[in-house]
Each structure stands twice: as C-alpha cells, then as structure tokens.
C-alpha cells in the first residue's frame, strides 16, 4: 500500500524533465499532470489501479483508455530500469 508522494527520483532526473512533467498531462480527461504520476510510481505504486487510487486518473470520460496506455508504458520502463541495476 502507498502512503504517500515522494519527490521524483529516477524517472525525471533533470530539472528540465521535472519541469516538462509538471507541464504536461498524465490525464487529460481529469487535467492530473506527467508529475503526479511519476511521483506516484516513485513512491512504489506498480499497477494502474494503485496510480488511479492516489492520483485520480482513470475516472474521466474516456475510462483510462488514454492514461492507461501511457502509464503501462511508464510503468515499464520502471520496471526496465529496475532490473538493469
């Protein structure tokens, strides 16, 4: 379970890639940015349930059918990283 949202670690290291992904959308049906969802994956959230559970997305008018490709696809690459050291 996640407690809570911790800063962004591995996934936007640079200043520059936090501040595309406080700009851009992570949803765009419920407005919740890039930012949100990273945080929430670095807090520990591994499925996208957990990430709509802390972050409100998946609840907009296209069901997480947009949202959902993009955290899959994140999600991934987390789990890429992880097993390459």
């Known amino acids: 379970m996640i407690s809570s949202i ?19 959308p ?9 930012i949100r969802i990273l945080e929430a994956i670095d807090a520990g959230a591994t499925s996208f349930a957990e990430i709509a559970r802390i972050t409100g997305i998946g609840t907009g008018s296209c069901d997480g059918r947009r949202c ?10 987390r789990q890429d990283r992880r097993n390459r050291g």
């Open 6 to 24: 911790h800063p962004i670690r591995a996934m936007a290291q640079t200043n520059s890639e936090q501040t595309l992904a406080r700009l851009r």
């Open 68 to 77: 959902g490709r993009r955290v899959a696809e994140l999600l991934a690459m």
């Open 26 to 34: 992570g949803c765009i049906c419920t407005g919740v940015k890039l």
